[in-house]
């Protein structure tokens, strides 16, 4: 399966504790993404790469948040001193950078605070 | 700010019915559309997009979606559903120099056999 993969798939995890994250995306992909998912709500962005860069980070990023691609493939999402509103579904996508181009989601990883 | 709206949350019909499922975008600019679809334990898949131009665009599984731009619109439709179908549906926007996608809250279908 050449698809984008997620690690762990299931994440739980008690009030206060760091947690991190990891994607692969496709490999011939230079761009990522991380979004957050809450029951009954569609994807909302968290942050991009081109490559090893972070271009972009949304609001919803808090200083809690941090993400980096070191050397433009893998990327980890860390969560320090997590809350119990941080639990949700974490999800990775990539894509080309080409003019015209999609977004292949991985399967995400749910993150559940206690 | 960008939003996208999905005003039908959950829709319920028997086999072989007619599907049409909505979507708003609020950006008055140039975009890029798309529909998503999670069917039940998998991660989201692309259904179809649109970049430019025919404003008809046709997808996977005989699903098909219609760019109106004075509505700012881009609705969803089948002609006949399968139960297979049942799944959740999100619309996706973004502009053109944006290159993160901005999600509508989703429609789940359930389609009765």
């Known amino acids: 399966d050449t698809g984008v993969s997620q690690d762990p798939r299931h994440k739980i995890t008690k009030r206060g504790q760091n947690v991190t994250f990891r994607c692969d995306p496709i490999?011939?992909?230079?761009?990522l993404y991380w979004y957050r998912q809450t029951l009954g709500q569609g994807p909302e962005f968290l942050t991009y790469?081109?490559?090893?860069?972070?271009?972009?980070k949304s609001r919803l990023l808090s200083d809690r948040f941090s993400a980096e691609r070191p050397k433009g493939s893998f990327s980890t999402l860390e969560i320090q001193r997590t809350e119990q509103g941080d639990s949700a579904m974490y999800l990775c996508?990539?894509?080309?950078?080409?003019?015209?181009?999609?977004?292949?989601f991985g399967p995400g990883t749910r993150l559940t605070v206690t | 700010a960008q939003s996208v709206s999905q005003h039908n949350h959950h829709v319920i019909l028997s086999e072989a019915a007619s599907l049409e499922l909505g979507c708003n975008y609020s950006?008055?600019?140039?975009?890029?559309l798309f529909w998503y679809v999670q069917y039940p334990g998998q991660h989201l898949q692309l259904l179809l997009k649109?970049?430019?131009?025919?404003?008809l665009v046709k997808g996977i599984k005989g699903f098909e979606a219609e760019f109106i731009k004075s509505k700012f619109s881009f609705n969803l439709r089948k002609p006949s559903v399968q139960w297979s179908d049942t799944a959740e549906y999100f619309c996706?926007?973004?502009?053109?120099?944006?290159?993160?996608?901005?999600f509508g809250s989703g429609t789940q279908l359930t389609v009765l056999p």
């Open positions: 996508a990539s894509s080309l950078d080409r003019v015209h181009y999609e977004q292949y």
């Open positions: 490999s011939e992909h230079n761009r």
């Open positions: 790469f081109q490559n090893e860069a972070q271009l972009e």
């Open positions: 950006y008055g600019g140039t975009v890029n």
């Open positions: 649109y970049f430019s131009g025919d404003p």
């Open positions: 996706a926007v973004n502009r053109g120099s944006a290159r993160q996608l901005t």
